[in-house]
């Protein structure tokens, strides 16, 4: 495996990616600089990942122009007790997994995965990426371990609509 260098100035560069989308920008960093077969990160390559795969997320955030269409996939067993207010609440005040989302941010979808191991999740998906779908959010009370098991398809899931193109963030409102 070759090791990867960042400089100082693209550490500092990846710093200013919003959280919820850093790891996945680190990633397409280091991958586009292996795939030329180089060995040392600069601003340069962090600034070009960054407008290639992750631009669809800041715009928003940026300009308080470019909507960001955004779903949250949930628990079916815990929607029997819980109607998603602190999801909604979270979201709707841009706190917590939803801080870094501008104004124009539209949530197009909010639903349960339809039970274990999440069959609706797929279809559900798709249907949400003909209207424009960025980011799923894996809500909160699939990743407890505490008051609710810990979904043990999560990690599934989160391929399934990775699978499809769509970035996938874990947590909504912990
Ligand atoms: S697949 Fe996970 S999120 Fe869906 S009902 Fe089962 S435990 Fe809950």
């Keep these: 495996m070759v090791l990867l260098q960042w400089t100082e100035e693209a550490l500092q560069e990846i710093e200013k990616v919003p959280f919820f989308v850093r790891k996945m920008a680190k990633r397409a960093v280091e991958s586009e600089v292996a795939k030329a077969g180089r060995t040392e990160i600069t601003v340069e390559d962090v600034r070009a990942a960054r407008e290639k795969y992750i631009k669809f997320a800041e715009g928003d955030r940026e300009s308080g122009k470019k909507s960001t269409k955004i779903a949250v996939v949930r628990c079916e067993t815990v929607s029997e007790v819980c109607p998603g207010v602190a999801c909604f609440k979270a979201f709707n005040q841009r706190k917590l ?65 990775e699978k499809k193109g769509i970035k996938v963030v874990e947590g909504t409102h912990h």
């Design 97 to 161: 997994a939803f801080k870094e989302y501008g104004p124009n941010t539209e949530m197009i979808g909010f639903f349960t995965c339809g039970g274990c191991s999440g069959r609706r999740v797929s279809r559900l998906v798709e249907k949400l990426v003909k209207h424009g779908l960025d980011v799923v959010h894996l809500s909160s009370c699939m990743l407890l371990e505490d008051e609710y098991p810990r979904c043990p398809h999560r990690d599934e899931i989160k391929q399934t609509i």
